[in-house]
Structure formats: C-alpha cells, structure tokens
C-alpha cells in the first residue's frame, strides 16, 4: 500500500547500469605505452579536497525531491487511517565530522558522522470506511534526525575519461524524530504517526539522498574533464586527455593515465612507445603531472603550424637589443646594418622555418630549431629596405620554474651556428665584425628577449584557465631523459566546487 517512488528509482537503478555498461572502455595489452599524461592525486590532496565534502553533501540534501509519501494501516477501533506526507523538504543541516580512506584497488571510502537534519512538511490524515476514504485534517510536521553517512566512490572509465559511481552509499540513523504543530510532547497521535512512518521515512531518505549525492559525484567528474579539457586548449591546437588505462586506487594516491595526443586541424599525432612507469613519481607531494617528451615536441609542430613562432620587435625593444654594450665595434656594426635609420623607422622580425625540436634532458629543456631574422628599415619617402637576413640553427638549454603564479624561464648555454647570412652593409660576407657582433648579440640579449616575451604569455595563458586561483605551494619542475614531471602542493579555493554546483543545479 506504500509508494515512495520505487518504480522511478528502480528504473533509474537499470538505466544507470545499462550506460555503464555501454559506455565501458577497452585498452589494450600494454595501456603505459600509449600514456603521454599522468595526474597522480596522494592521500594529503584528497584529505584536503575532503574538506569541501560537507559543502558538497549540503547541496546534496537541499537537491534531493523528496515524493510524497502515503499509507494505509489498520487500527482496532479506528478502522484504517490512512495518511501522507508532503512537501518533504530540508529545513536545517550541520556535519559534524567527515573522513575519507582510500581502499587499494577498490573505492574513496568517505565517512561522514553525525549529520544533524531538520524536516519539514505536511501530514494529511485520516480515516477510511470500507466504502469511501475520507482526509478532514492537515497538519505541519518537523523531523530531527542524526545520520551517519558512508559513501564509496569507484572511479571507471566511460566514455574515454574519468567516471565516478556513488551508488554504493548507506545511510544509518541515530535517531528520527517526529513533531507535529511544533509541539514537542509525546501523544497519541504523534507516537501514531511515527510508527506508521519511521521505516518508510527512512527509506525515502536513503534513496533521494543517495541518488543525488551519486549524482554531484558524476557532476563533478565532468567538471574536473571540462576544467582539465579547456586547461589544455589554446584556440585550435588542444590535448586529447582520453584514458589511456583504467584509473587506479590505491592505499596512498589516485592516478589516472591519458593519451595526451595533439589536436590540430589536420595535423596528425600517433604516440606508442612511452617510458612511464608508476616507479617514476613519489608520494611526498600532494599532486603531480608526469608528462612525455613527445607532447612538448607535438605541442612546438602544431605553434609551428599555426603561425606562432613569429616575433616582431620595434622601437625601444630594438635599440635595447643592437646596443647591449657601448663599444666602437657595436656602433660601427650599428652604423653599417642601419645606415643611419633610427630605430623607430626599423623593424625586426624573428620566426622559425622549421619546427623546433624538444629534447628534456637532467639538465633542462633542451630546444633546438632553424631560425629565420631579417631587419628592415624604412627610410623616409622610399620602399622598405631590407638590410640584414640571416638563417641560423640556435640549441639552447632551459631551466623552468613557477614562482609567484608566473612561469619563469632561465636560459642555460646557447649554441648558434650561421646558416645563411646577408647584408647589404657587406655584400661578399667577408666582414667578420658584424658576424661576430650579432652572434655575441643573439646570445647575450636576443635568446633572453624571446625567452622574456614567452613567459608573460604563457602565465596569461595559464592564468585564463583559472591556475591563479589556486594556492601552489613550492612548486617544482623536474627534467629528466624524455620526460618532465611537475610537483607541488596546494591549497583548494574556497567554495569553488560549491560555486560550480550551485551554477549547475
């Protein structure tokens, strides 16, 4: 005689199963060798994320729809009374305590304690004859409860990334109380009502708290993909972060591996020898990003194809740059390339030809490619004149950092080797002194320039996506052969998932 929206909810039950089912993902015999990212999350992370789980489990009380709920019982000399509660919602809600455990090869374990919960609503009562069934009176009813909460959340595959499955989720009650009209005297009616609806009450509760806490479980995991998609997406050229294994759980982390394949127009990625092993990072850090050599390498082909790799420089930039040391030789050289045209009527352009070649080293970021510069002047009331082309093949050596939310970019030695050079200042290109100048100048100044324009740009780019938000603490970037791994800790921006949640809902 009792619906609580079982039928809703069993469908919902096979439904959820059937899109796990069909959504399953397949990887093949030697999943490592196809991984180009890694996200390791240890447990002193996840006991920090833990600390949004109150906030979290709030929201899920307040989303839940609670049915109504109806009753018939039989009672000696009332005959049957019949009754239902409506307009079931949470009025009040604390967490008095929350722990998170994670089981090797099984679930996050998220234990919650003493959750105090008011409930408000209407009871209608009444009772029924053996012909009709007649409802005379409505009254306000409110509902103290103390619950303990446990939650285990698997994470899977589905759909190529990174699912999480709530549905395991058990709730107990320490008690569950029940007023009516505000009084708080036992009665008859109230110890009446209470029996009648305890156990069902109960239930209801499990089954809308449940469904919807599973439900910001796999909201939230779409809103880590999304925030991790857009992160590594710049206009045309993205990351394809698909699963490259099924995430793992173990006793003191959570890692997840991706494909990290470049996505670029027609430009084409294939990527099957990599040299990740789970031995490579620690567990001292709260959060770590191993990535290959060959998604730097792929990321520099795809700016090389979109026309990235172009640097224009004017005006102070340039006098800054011819005029690094006050020498004669300098002013002569000077002299000779701009024919007395002022900087403000010349211009520089840098770009590569080919694209460059990354190589991750102990030492650094090891960048080697073939680079084009010409100088042109514009002297007044004639045709652009271009003075000076040069072709030469740079390798030089970086070391990164992330200090103060910027990336800093430290220039280790450099090597220059002329491929072509042109000037009209010296047709036959037998002049060494502004050959000699011009390396001395790349080196000293011109590396460091481009350098300095890449890293503001960068931490923009890095910073649109929302990095400035969070609080990394002693952040590192090591270098290794054929591959980098970023380390650190962090603090989680306060009522981010919050925010997210209350827009979503």
């Not at 909810?9 to 890694?38: K, M, N, W």
């Not at 938000?469 to 800790?489: A, C, H, M, S, W």
């Amino acid at each position: 005689m009792l619906w609580v929206g079982r039928m809703r909810l069993g469908t919902f039950g096979v439904l959820l199963t059937l899109v796990h089912a069909s959504a399953a993902c397949e990887f093949g015999p030697f999943p490592y060798s196809v991984t180009g990212i890694v996200c390791r999350m240890t447990k002193p992370a996840a006991l920090l994320l833990n600390q949004e789980t109150a906030q979290v489990i709030q929201a899920a009380f307040r989303n839940a729809r609670f049915p109504n709920i109806t009753g018939e019982r039989s009672m000696r000399l009332l005959g049957k009374v019949a009754y239902e509660l409506t307009n079931i919602q949470v009025n009040d809600l604390s967490i008095e305590q929350s722990e998170v455990e994670l089981k090797e090869d099984d679930a996050i374990h998220i234990s919650i304690k003493n959750v105090t919960a008011s409930f408000k609503g209407t009871l209608t009562y009444g009772y029924a004859g053996a012909w009709f069934l007649r409802l005379f009176h409505s009254i306000d009813f409110e509902i103290e409860s103390s619950i303990d909460l446990q939650i285990n959340i698997k994470l899977m595959c589905q759909k190529d990334q990174v699912a999480a499955d709530a549905s395991d989720c058990y709730l107990a009650f320490h008690k569950l109380t029940l007023h009516l009209q505000g009084d708080k005297e036992p009665g008859w009616l109230k110890q009446l009502f209470t029996d009648f609806i305890s156990f069902t009450l109960k239930l209801v509760l499990k089954s809308e708290v449940c469904n919807e806490i599973n439900f910001l479980a796999q909201v939230l995991a779409n809103f880590v993909h999304d925030l991790a998609v857009n992160f590594v997406q710049d206009e045309d050229i993205r990351l394809d972060i698909s699963l490259a294994s099924v995430p793992l759980i173990k006793a003191s982390y959570l890692e997840s591996h991706h494909k990290g394949l470049v996505l670029y127009k027609n430009y084409s990625d294939v990527f099957s020898d990599s040299v990740f092993s789970p031995s490579l990072l620690t567990e001292s850090r709260m959060l770590y990003f191993w990535l290959s050599e060959h998604i730097l390498n792929s990321l520099a082909s795809a700016a090389f194809l979109d026309k990235r790799l172009v640097l224009t420089i004017r005006g102070e930039k340039l006098q800054a740059l011819f005029e690094m040391e006050d020498t004669d030789a300098q002013r002569k050289a000077v002299q000779m390339i701009f024919q007395g045209t002022s900087y403000n009527d010349s211009m520089a352009k840098v770009w590569s030809l080919t694209h460059p070649q990354i190589s991750l080293q102990p030492e650094g970021t090891v960048v080697k490619s073939l680079v084009a510069a010409e100088v042109s002047i514009f002297p007044a009331g004639e045709e652009p004149l271009m003075v000076l082309y040069m072709e030469k093949e740079i390798t030089v050596t970086v070391q990164a950092a992330y200090a103060e939310k910027k990336l800093i970019l430290h220039p280790l030695d450099s090597r220059i080797e002329f491929k072509v050079f042109k000037c009209t200042a010296d047709p036959s290109g037998n002049d060494p002194s502004i050959r000699n100048f011009l390396q001395t100048m790349i080196s000293a100044v011109g590396i460091p320039e481009v350098i300095s324009r890449i890293e503001p740009a960068l931490t923009s780019l890095m910073n649109s996506k929302g990095l400035h938000l969070f609080e990394i603490k002693n952040p590192e970037i090591i270098t290794r052969q054929g591959y980098v791994i970023v380390q650190l800790d962090f603090s989680f921006p306060d009522h981010l998932l919050l925010d997210f949640l209350e827009k979503r809902l």
